[in-house]
């Protein structure tokens, strides 16, 4: 007799039963973090591939990781947001090289980086998107 005779396949309702018991172990925060990091890798490939390049698909998914990576645990949020920061900053590049240089060779206001303030008028909140300075 060999080990897979001895051994029966288990029942539906055994799996069900299984299936209940990861269910009972799994925090919020484990699922959050495991789709995070796909969206963050696949942001990450939609702004750095040439042939697959869709820029805005990249900051979507920019946009989504920094909505929820204050809701996962303090280590795995610190290893996310160091991620988030090299993707952004891919971002800012590849965003930066589409638009046309401005007067001191940087983008035009309004491609590519913040527009400042409209003067006379109360300031505008934080902008939406990461950009380092200067652009």
């Given at each position: 007799?060999?080990?897979?005779?001895?051994?029966?396949?288990?029942?539906?309702?055994?799996?069900?039963?299984?299936?209940?018991?990861?269910?009972?172990?799994?925090?919020?925060?484990?699922?959050?973090?495991?789709s995070?990091?796909?969206?963050?890798?696949?942001?990450?490939?939609?702004?750095?591939?040439?042939?697959?390049?869709?820029?805005?698909?990249?900051?979507?998914?920019?946009?989504?990781?920094?909505?929820?990576?204050?809701?996962?645990?303090?280590?795995?949020?610190?290893?996310?947001?160091?991620?988030?920061?090299?993707?952004?900053?891919?971002?800012?590049?590849?965003?930066?090289?589409?638009?046309?240089?401005?007067?001191?060779?940087?983008?035009?206001?309004?491609?590519?980086?913040?527009?400042?303030?409209p003067?006379?008028?109360?300031?505008?909140?934080?902008?939406?998107?990461?950009?380092?300075?200067?652009?």
């Amino acid at each position: 007799m060999n080990a897979e005779e001895g051994q029966q396949k288990p029942s539906e309702e055994e799996m069900r039963e299984r299936i209940e018991q990861q269910l009972r172990k799994v925090r919020v925060q484990d699922l959050l973090l495991e789709s995070v990091v796909s969206v963050l890798n696949l942001a990450a490939r939609r702004i750095a591939k040439e042939d697959e390049r869709d820029l805005e698909q990249g900051r979507v998914g920019i946009e989504a990781v920094r909505a929820v990576v204050g809701l996962l645990d303090s280590e795995p949020a610190a290893q996310v947001r160091s991620a988030l920061a090299e993707v952004q900053m891919l971002y800012a590049k590849e965003a930066g090289g589409a638009a046309e240089p401005g007067p001191e060779g940087g983008p035009e206001p309004g491609e590519g980086g913040q527009e400042p303030p409209p003067s006379g008028g109360p300031e505008p909140g934080p902008s939406r998107l990461w950009t380092p300075p200067g652009t």
